[in-house]
C-alpha cells in the first residue's frame, strides 16, 4: 500500500476515534436517568438536578416544579447553582431575594443594577421593593442629579412610569434607594433618579421621618458600620396617574447592620403614608423585621444562618 494512503488512514481513524471518544463523554456525563426519565429522587444534590435542567431548558423531567429556574430545590444545595452564583455576584442581594423575584412574572420582575436591585410591579408601577449595600465605598460628594426618567429596562408590555405622571398628585416622587445613598459618582446618583425607584409617598413623610431615618443609616456608615437595606410600599391607598401608578398605605423599610464583618442587629419601620405624620420623629414607628415579613409576605435576609434569624428579626430596635 502506498505509505502516503496508509498515513491518511491512519490520521482518519485516530480523528474519529477521538470524537467518539469526545461524545461518549459527553454521554456519560449526565446521569442515567436522562435515558429514560428523571425526577428528583435521582439526585444527591440540587447542583445535580441543576445540571440536567440547564442542559434541558425545557424542562421535559418537571425539575423545576414552580418555573424560577432552579430544579428540586427540596434537595440539598452542593456546590452553587446559576441562579445563585448570579444572586451571589449582586452585593445588593446578598442576603437573599426577599419575594423570590424573577424574569417570568411582570408583577414580580427583577431588575439588578449595578447600584441597586428591585422587584418591579407593572400593575403598581411601582417597585414591591429595592434592595441596596450602603459602606463608605458608595459615599462622596457628587451633585444631586435631579434626573427623573422612565426605567428603560422594564419587560416589554409594562407602562414604564414618567417623571409627570406624579405632578398634581399631591405626592412627592419619593426615593426607595436614596440619592444620598449614592454620592461616589454622578452615573451612581443618577441611576437613583429612574421611576422605578419611586413610589408616590405624602410630602411629610418623604420629608420629614423618611429623610431621617435616611441620615440615620449614613450616620450609621459614618461610624463604620455596613448595612443592607430593603425597602418598599404596602397596601393601597389610592391610585394616580390614571390609575398606572399606586400610592401605598404605608411605607416600609428593614436594615441589617453589619460591624467589621459580622451582623449585629437590624432595625425596621413601618410608616403610615399620610400628613399624620407630620412633626414625628422615624422612632415612633420602630417594629420588628418579623412584623414587616408579616404584613408584607416577603422573606427578608434569607441568606442569614436561621438561627442569626430567629435571634434578630423578632426584636424592635432600641
Not at 482518519?12 to 461518549?24: D, M, Q, R, Y
Not at 398628585?169 to 441611576?191: E, I, K, V, W
Not at 435576609?301 to 434578630?312: A, E, G, T, V
Request: with cysteine; glycine share 6%.
Amino acid at each position: 500500500m502506498n505509505i502516503k494512503i496508509l498515513c491518511a488512514a491512519l490520521v482518519f481513524i485516530l480523528l474519529t476515534a477521538g470524537c467518539s471518544s469526545n461524545k461518549v463523554n459527553q454521554q456519560t456525563s449526565l446521569p442515567e436517568c436522562t435515558k429514560t426519565d428523571c425526577d428528583c429522587s435521582d439526585f444527591a444534590t440540587q447542583q445535580e438536578a441543576q445540571k440536567v435542567l440547564d442542559k434541558f431548558p425545557n424542562d421535559p423531567y418537571r425539575l423545576d416544579g414552580d418555573g424560577d429556574g432552579i430544579a428540586c430545590e427540596s434537595l440539598p444545595r452542593g456546590e452553587k447553582t446559576t441562579a445563585e452564583a448570579i444572586a451571589a455576584a449582586n452585593i445588593h442581594l446578598k442576603y437573599g431575594n426577599p419575594s423570590n423575584a424573577n424574569l417570568k412574572d411582570t408583577n414580580n420582575y427583577l431588575l439588578e443594577k449595578p447600584q441597586y436591585a428591585l422587584s418591579y410591579n407593572c400593575q403598581t408601577g411601582t417597585a414591591n421593593w429595592v434592595s441596596w449595600q450602603l459602606n463608605r465605598s458608595w459615599l462622596g460628594s457628587v451633585d444631586r442629579s435631579d434626573d427623573f426618567r422612565p426605567d428603560p429596562d422594564l419587560p416589554d408590555g409594562c407602562y414604564a412610569v414618567r417623571p409627570n405622571d406624579y405632578r398634581g398628585s399631591g405626592y412627592d416622587r419619593g426615593h426607595l434607594t436614596p440619592s444620598g445613598d449614592r454620592t461616589s459618582t454622578q452615573s451612581n446618583n443618577s441611576a437613583t433618579f429612574v421611576m422605578s425607584n419611586m413610589i408616590p409617598q405624602s410630602p411629610s413623610n418623604n420629608r420629614e421621618v423618611w429623610r431621617e431615618l435616611e441620615t440615620y443609616s449614613r450616620d450609621l456608615v459614618s461610624q463604620g458600620k455596613e448595612l443592607y437595606i430593603v425597602a418598599g410600599g404596602e397596601g393601597k391607598e389610592k391610585s394616580i396617574a390614571d390609575g398606572k401608578v399606586t400610592v401605598p398605605k404605608y411605607t416600609w423599610k428593614v436594615i441589617l447592620v453589619s460591624g467589621n464583618g459580622n451582623v449585629e442587629n437590624t432595625i425596621a419601620v413601618r410608616i403610615p403614608n399620610t400628613e399624620e405624620v407630620a412633626r414625628t420623629d422615624w422612632t415612633d414607628y420602630l417594629v420588628s423585621v418579623d412584623e414587616v415579613e408579616k404584613k408584607t409576605g416577603y422573606d427578608f435576609f434569607s441568606n442569614l444562618d436561621r438561627d442569626i434569624q430567629q435571634k434578630i428579626e423578632g426584636k424592635v430596635y432600641k
